[in-house]
């Protein structure tokens, strides 16, 4: 039965790790689509989510199984419950690369972004990528030092996404509402991707440890 168990477990963290890999080359696909206004590459974001949510109603029938069918207690239940959040989150962070998709194809045939702010955004869409592919490494170790690397990859997320808005309060901004309104959800977006990469970071080092602190006794 233990056996059992541990191989589903195994399979089950596979699964949100391939997630989170895909979720990782649509948000750079979709960064992509937004630096050139290239319409095939949004819709082929767009398309491909289609397997996002195949494979996440995938996991959380993977996570019922678990529940149902191993009878798993005391920490085995902490680590699949929070299996349960973990699937959430990987969930949302193909959402989000396929909402900067749909911003692209909404604006096209022009640029959704002024000049000034494509080298926040490349940069943003540069971060989100490793974000998702510390997090896919975290689910597939359960490493909960590594996982707790992952707050400290958003910090300079976070300072790209405050910087951006200095741009935007700028008097010398002459892009107009419409612009700053794309520009302002764009930056949210990459935020909160980062923010689900954090939180997975943190369900692992629950899962682990039974707190959600990175300094927590890794030996529980």
Request: hydrophobic share 45%.
């Amino acid at each position: 039965m233990r056996n059992a168990y541990i191989q589903q477990m195994a399979a089950f963290n596979d699964i949100l790790g391939d997630i989170c890999d895909k979720s990782g080359i649509a948000m750079e696909k979709a960064t992509n689509s937004l630096l050139q206004a290239d319409l095939a590459l949004a819709e082929e974001v767009i398309t491909e989510h289609d397997e996002i949510v195949r494979l996440s109603r995938r996991a959380e029938e993977e996570a019922f199984s678990l529940l149902a069918l191993q009878a798993p207690v005391a920490s085995d239940l902490r680590v699949v419950v929070s299996g349960f959040q973990i699937v959430a989150d990987v969930d949302r962070m193909g959402a989000l690369a396929l909402h900067v998709a749909k911003v692209t194809r909404r604006r096209f045939p022009n640029k959704t972004l002024p000049e000034e702010v494509n080298g926040y955004f490349a940069e943003m869409g540069r971060l989100a990528v490793e974000l998702a592919n510390s997090a896919r490494e975290v689910l597939v170790t359960q490493d909960p030092k590594q996982a707790a690397e992952i707050e400290e990859q958003d910090d300079a997320m976070d300072d790209l996404h405050r910087h951006l808005f200095t741009v935007l309060m700028d008097r010398e901004w002459k892009h107009g509402v419409a612009a700053a309104v794309d520009v302002t959800l764009l930056g949210r977006y990459y935020e909160r991707f980062a923010d689900h990469a954090v939180e997975i970071g943190r369900r692992v080092i629950f899962q682990a440890t039974g707190s959600a602190e990175p300094t927590a006794d890794v030996s529980k």
